[in-house]
């Protein structure tokens, strides 16, 4: 059977991803915890409020920059682990992500919807934040179970 082409990126860009990934999604989570306002509060208490470092971490230049590397970095983190080759790509592979990809739309719809009856003004806004993400992050979660639990069972075949 033909096999129609897909567009994945090889697969170091996964190792690159994870890198990318994982502290940003750290440093962005600190930063949602704290409310969104830049270098999170309660890592700066022991400074002095009249010192240099505190005056520059609490600007708002730091906010924005730290926003930017936030969610730029964790959507480009997550794209590249999501669109990433396994190192042996075939007809299961690609059904696994397929599936997995129909799951995670399924579920952000339904967090869409359920938050949107749930949640308003300011607190709706948090949500879609955290919203901006969650699509590829449910993706690489239900991906990465799925390939783990397929792993397996080839292993205890074995």
């Given at each position: 059977m033909l096999m129609k082409?897909?567009?994945?990126?090889?697969?170091?860009f996964k190792k690159v991803g994870w890198a990318i990934l994982i502290p940003t999604f750290i440093i962005g989570f600190m930063m949602f915890i704290d409310g969104?306002?830049?270098?999170?509060?309660?890592?700066?208490?022991?400074?002095?409020?009249?010192?240099?470092?505190?005056?520059?971490?609490?600007?708002?230049?730091?906010?924005a920059i730290l926003n930017n590397i936030a969610i730029?970095?964790?959507?480009?983190?997550?794209?590249f682990v999501a669109c990433s080759r396994e190192p042996i790509e075939d007809e299961l592979i690609t059904q696994v992500r397929l599936n997995s990809l129909l799951i995670a739309?399924?579920?952000?719809?339904a967090f869409i919807i359920v938050s949107a009856l749930c949640f308003y003004g300011l607190d709706y806004l948090y949500v879609m934040i955290g919203n901006i993400f969650t699509m590829l992050l449910v993706f690489l979660v239900v991906y990465?179970?799925?390939?783990?639990?397929?792993?397996k069972s080839l292993r205890d075949e074995e």
């Open positions: 082409r897909i567009f994945l990126l090889p697969h170091n969104c306002n830049g270098f999170p509060g309660y890592l700066m208490k022991g400074l002095d409020p009249a010192g240099g470092l505190y005056r520059v971490l609490d600007s708002d230049a730091m906010t730029i970095g964790i959507c480009a983190g997550s794209l739309l399924y579920l952000n719809t990465e179970v799925k390939m783990w639990r397929l792993k």
